[in-house]
DNA sequence: CTGGATCCGAATCGATACTG
DNA sequence: CAGTATCGATTCGGATCCAG
């Protein structure tokens, strides 16, 4: 509970789950409004409770992909849940932005 | 999600589930601490949401009762599983204090 | 691009005192 | 018993600057 209980945290889970493997910038951007402090806690965090991936490829720029462990999927399963109960009790507005044209 | 992530949220609703409907007093004892104010701003949100109902019973001195509604059962169906992820994945010892011998 | 370090204002939360 | 009101310490979180 305390784990989920962070600022942004189920948020950004739930990013993860509707995006796959993505990378910090475009976390940041995704996310809006969250500070690169704050971003760089949660993920650290959720990767040292084993929810997220962190895959660092030392090119030049680097590049850092966050993902989903098996656990973390677990998590959004419940969270999934959770996104149920409030569309039934809000209705879809309530839903996060999920603005997603992955291609 | 926001409604959540307040402090004492998920453990006050878990102890209702627990208890049933609980007074004012129990629960602040129950709770072991948490401030007044605190648990009474949490009560207050979670009426609002209608995820539990307060009883006043205008008595001297006056008893009030909190407990789930239907909404708050449901929620609390959903955090039953993830009180299963957090059995699965930290062991009995991080559920809450469930000293409940319910028969 | 991906952060770490620091500073500082804002929001939170607990303790206390008080009421019906 | 069940709160409300107020105040002050603390924490939190965003902005900024810097580095590999």
Redesign the interface.
Known sequence: ?DL????W???LL?VLSTQGPTRFGALKRRIEGISTKMLTERLRMLEAEGLLFRHYEPTVPPQVTYGLTE?GQ??IS?LN??DD?AVR?YGDAASPPCTDAPQ
Chains 1, 2 share one sequence.
């Not at 989920?4 to 600022?7: A, D, E, F, K, N």
């Open positions: 509970m989920l209980s962070g600022p945290t189920m948020y739930w656990r677990e998590l419940v849940l959770l109960l009790w």
